[in-house]
């Protein structure tokens, strides 16, 4: 139609064609101002483009999106925790299989490598849809979801898509479609609190992103959408849904090339597992943590706050079948039969076992729950060592050729007056001023340092201490493993003998695998390998050094073993393993210990009483029905289940170079053992235990296994009522006492005897 015929212009005529040419003329402006003013919109909205693609820079990574979590496996690679304020780990994009990432694109967006980083049509539909008031729609490319997830937040706002639209062309016009894809999969929620395609692996499947397979794939790609409304475990009714669009995603795969039409005929639906939502430091594994985060910057692998920010992979020592016999062993032994009030709601347990070839920790117990008591029990420096300190005293001895007071050099079968309450000798023969008592006043007469270990004499091994010196005694502590800023171990002369000072299992475990490496110390390690991004973190190797000889390592050895198979630890013997070891047991019973190993490996039990309210040490009197708790009975136990459980099916390996002596009852041989034992046999009826009491005595005895030898008739002590006050010898003289960390009470030097 022309412009003559539109309606409501004039008829043609020769007179009307000049009105026409006017009316055309006026119009004519009209035109231009629409035309103009289209053109200068449309400049201006370039204008505006430009200036917004100019101005808006791509912003840093929100924190929380940049924040991963650390991820923490057992030595095996599987996982013990992931830990983190967002549970997230980074993975390469060639760590995600093919099939994985096609998937995803398959449920997101299967034009990502030949489109824009964006649709504006569906932004446009988006756009018009919000400011219709209508429901939400994303109208977004992966690049777009990317932007979203990383630089900005959640909000469904003009504003909010507008730089996502300017960040996402930039982002793309500066970024490869590989790294943005990676980073889409470390982003995107896949629900189970999983950010990451390697965290959704381990909350759905238990396994890492690169075992994924097509149809486990498939699944989590088609969670990207609505994952709560498409995890078939936490809601059983939403499995239709779920399968639909499952199926849906391996369809896209297919019309894509990316899958088989065959391949996909064949795939059936992966049932993830079940979805165990809980604290992620609860129960065990929170003390394995802290431990290993304790590791991690204390040797200056990682600084603290760089594991703050996250994001690294640790491989730990951590045998996850020994740890779970380990737990399995305090519970079975101990724990399982406790009662909820005191005392045994003071019992304690902490445990740390050592592989003595390697140094590293291969299992450890810190407590019930890290949720409830945060102090690991394995890594603690509060409770005195008691007893498990004088193999400390002995390998000084023999390290040092040290002599006794009458030039003798001192062995297993040399002899000590062993009575309680003996003072102390000086090296020029004086009184010292000190004499400690044995447990329950007992006087055990002439005795040899090997029957002394047996049966844990104090009064011998202050004197033997003394002998050798409290600096070498010290020296050879920190040698062996104890670290020197231990409590209770700079400011200790005498007692230093008698175990006051106050290392950890951990600490402990360090001196009996060196002990049991003949000498050698290895730094007690928690950690293999770290990385984060895929890039490696350095690990220093392990300290190893020369301690003491082997000769004097093989000394102690050979007496310890026979703490394990005549003295106060025979309960260790349930490991049916050549074993060597010391019971030890504080001061009124508030820790009892037992320290052990065989050729390959070195544990450390402790029975520690605690009121978890105020914190205080408790005595253990009358805990788990017992009289009392000595480091020969639950701690022995627990170590012999335990290691019995670590190392079955591996062949049994004896002691090279200590074999077990044969002590005699002094250096010549002139004293004649009773006619029916050999020599240094302690008499059936006079083993003595190592709180002080002899069977026959009214005191049940530790036997192997855990049973226990009915008071003898006759007996001087009652076998029932409340436990003997421990006795509590001054310390020597000028010596300070020692108070352990967090107790507020002083403590006295450990209870004799023990």
């Known amino acids: 139609m022309g412009v003559d015929r539109w309606p409501g212009w004039p008829a043609k005529s020769a007179g009307a064609r000049r009105p026409r040419r006017r009316g055309l003329r006026r119009l004519l402006p009209t035109w231009r101002v629409l035309l103009g003013g289209l053109m200068g919109a449309t400049v201006l909205g370039l204008g505006a483009l430009v200036a917004g693609y100019l101005l808006v820079e791509i912003p840093e990574p929100k924190s929380a999106a940049a924040a991963q979590a650390n991820v923490y496996l057992y030595a095996d690679g599987s996982q013990l925790a992931a830990v983190g304020e967002v549970n997230r780990a980074n993975v390469s994009l060639d760590q995600v299989p093919e099939p994985v990432r096609h998937a995803v694109l398959a449920a997101e967006d299967r034009d990502f490598y030949d489109s824009s980083a964006v649709d504006l049509s569906a932004m446009v539909r988006a756009g018009w849809n919000m400011l219709r008031g209508g429901g939400r729609q994303s109208g977004s490319t992966i690049t777009q979801q990317f932007v979203k997830n990383y630089y900005l937040d959640q909000r469904q706002t003009v504003t909010r898509k507008v730089k996502e639209l300017f960040i996402a062309v930039k982002l793309g016009r500066e970024t ?15 629900g189970r609190n999983a950010y990451g395609v390697q965290a959704a692996a381990q909350a759905y499947y238990g396994k890492d992103a690169a075992r994924l397979d097509v149809a486990e794939g498939a699944y989590l790609a088609a969670l990207l959408q609505a994952p709560s409304a498409y995890d078939v475990v936490a809601d059983p009714g939403s499995a239709g849904r779920a399968v639909a669009r499952w199926e849906y995603v391996l369809d896209g795969m297919v019309s894509q090339g990316w899958l088989g039409a065959s391949e996909r005929a064949g795939l059936e639906f992966p049932w993830p597992g ?37 994001g690294y992979r ?31 709601a003071f019992v304690r347990v902490g445990a740390t076992s050592v592989e003595v070839a390697t140094g590293e920790v291969v299992a450890m117990y810190g407590g019930r729950d890290y949720t409830e008591q945060f102090v690991n029990n394995a890594t603690r420096r509060d409770y005195q060592a008691a007893s498990t300190f004088k193999p400390v005293v ?26 309680s309450g003996r003072e102390v000798v000086n090296r020029d023969g004086t009184g010292s001023g000190w004499s400690p008592q044995n447990e329950g006043g007992k006087d055990f007469g002439t005795v040899t340092v090997a029957e002394a270990m047996d049966q844990s004499v104090n009064a011998v091994f202050a004197q033997l201490g003394q002998d050798v010196g409290a600096d070498r005694v010290r020296e050879t502590a920190v040698a062996l493993g104890i670290p020197e800023d231990v409590p209770g171990l700079a400011e200790a002369r005498g007692s230093i003998s008698l175990g006051t000072a106050t290392p950890s299992t951990l600490d402990v475990a360090q001196v009996y695998a060196a002990l049991a490496g003949r000498g050698t110390y290895r730094e007690a390690v928690l950690v293999r390998e770290v990385s984060r991004d895929g890039e490696p973190v350095p690990v220093p190797g392990a300290v190893e050094r020369r301690a003491v000889s082997p000769e004097a390592a093989d000394g102690v050895t050979a007496v310890l073993r026979g703490v394990v198979e005549r003295g106060t630890g025979t309960a260790a013997r349930s490991a049916g393993r050549p074993a060597a070891g010391k019971t030890g047991t504080a001061e009124e019973d508030r820790a009892a210990w037992f320290a052990g190993f065989t050729p390959e490996l070195a544990t450390v039990v402790a029975v520690f009483g605690q009121d978890s309210e105020s914190g205080e040490q408790q005595s253990l009197y009358g805990a788990a029905g017992q009289e009392r708790i000595s480091g020969g009975g639950f701690p022995a136990r627990i170590w012999g289940q335990y290691t019995a459980a670590a190392l079955e099916g591996r062949p049994v390996v004896g002691f090279e170079g200590a074999a077990e002596p044969v002590p005699s009852a002094s250096p010549d041989g002139e004293r004649d053992p009773e006619p029916d034992r050999e020599p240094g046999q302690v008499p059936e009826g006079e083993r003595e235990r190592e709180d002080g009491g002899r069977a026959g005595s009214g005191e049940p005895e530790a036997e192997p296994g855990g049973s226990t030898v009915p008071s003898a008739p006759g007996s001087a002590a009652p076998s029932t009522g409340p436990p003997p006050a421990d006795p509590s010898p001054s310390a020597p003289p000028g010596e300070p006492s020692v108070v352990p960390s967090g107790t507020g009470e002083p403590e006295r030097e450990p209870a004799p005897g023990r």
Not at 178 to 190: K, M, R
Not at 290 to 299: D, F, I, N, S, W
Not at 411 to 419: H, K, M, Q, R, S
């Open 176 to 190: 490869s479609k590989e790294e943005i894809l990676q980073g889409y999969l470390n982003t995107s929620y896949f």
């Open 274 to 310: 079940p979805y165990e939502p809980s604290d992620l430091l609860s129960g065990e594994r929170g003390y394995l943590v802290e431990a290993v985060k304790g590791h991690l910057t204390g040797r200056g692998i990682v600084g603290e706050d760089e594991l703050a920010a996250g």
């Open 314 to 344: 640790i491989t730990t020592t951590i045998d996850p079948v020994r740890q779970e016999a380990l737990t399995r062993a305090v519970g079975e032994q101990l724990l399982d039969g406790l009662g909820t009030e005191p005392p045994d």
């Open 394 to 419: 002995y390998a000084a001895a023999l390290e040092h050729a040290a002599l006794t007071v009458d030039g003798e050099r001192i062995g297993p079968a040399t002899v000590y007056e062993g009575d």
